[in-house]
Each structure stands twice: as C-alpha cells, then as structure tokens.
C-alpha cells in the first residue's frame, strides 16, 4: 500500500518561503508522476504542481514564477519550494500521484501566510 507523509508546513507572514516534503513508502517511487495538492477551507482541493517522473514540471498559473517542484528519487521524496506567499496560499497541502488516487491521500501539512 502506497503511503505519503508530508511535513515542512507551518505559519508565515506574507512575503516568506517554506519548503515542503512528502516521502513515500510502499510503492515505487520512481515511475510516479507527482503532485502538490492543496484545499483551502470551504473550497475544493486544488492542483497545485505536477512532476512527472522524468521530471518535467508544470504550474497551476497562480504559482508560476513563486513555486518550484522538485524530486529525490534516492530518498523517495518530492519537494514544493514555495516563495513570496500569499494569504490567499493558505490551505493544507497534500502530495499524491497524478493522475490522483483517492486511497493515496496522506493527512497533508497545514500552510498558514498572515501577518
């Protein structure tokens, strides 16, 4: 069974970075393609960035330009480095594959930009 743990969230004022991970376990990394996902209260859960596994990336366009995907294979780990946050960022963030598997969803990482 594949699982993901994501860690790195926190709370940070406008302006500020924070850099995700999300580690998998029980599958095989390297052929995934990968996704950041987030759901901010009252909205739906939203892509937010896609790796695929020979590494291109793509971009919801909102996030062009401030974050950035990256993977480790050797550590089984995907990354979202995410710079001049916004309020509007807020949400927990959730890595699973793309296309997504409902069973794959982890407990996400809580992001919170406020001054």
């Known amino acids: 069974q594949v699982q993901f743990v994501e860690s790195g969230g926190g709370l940070v004022q406008p302006g500020g970075s924070l850099r995700l991970s999300c580690t998998a376990s029980?599958?095989?990394?390297?052929?995934?393609?990968m996704g950041w996902y987030r759901q901010a209260p009252g909205k739906q859960r939203e892509v937010v960035a896609v790796?695929?596994?020979?590494?291109?990336?793509t971009y919801a366009d909102s996030e062009k330009g401030r974050f950035t995907i990256s993977r480790d294979n050797a550590k089984n780990t995907v990354y979202l480095q995410m710079n001049s946050l916004k309020p509007e960022d807020t949400a927990v963030y959730y890595c699973?594959?793309?296309?997504?598997?409902?069973?794959?969803w982890g407990q996400g990482t809580q992001v919170t930009v406020s001054s």
């Open positions: 790796i695929t596994n020979g590494g291109r990336t």
């Open positions: 699973n594959i793309s296309p997504t598997v409902t069973a794959y």
């Open positions: 029980g599958g095989i990394f390297f052929i995934y393609d």
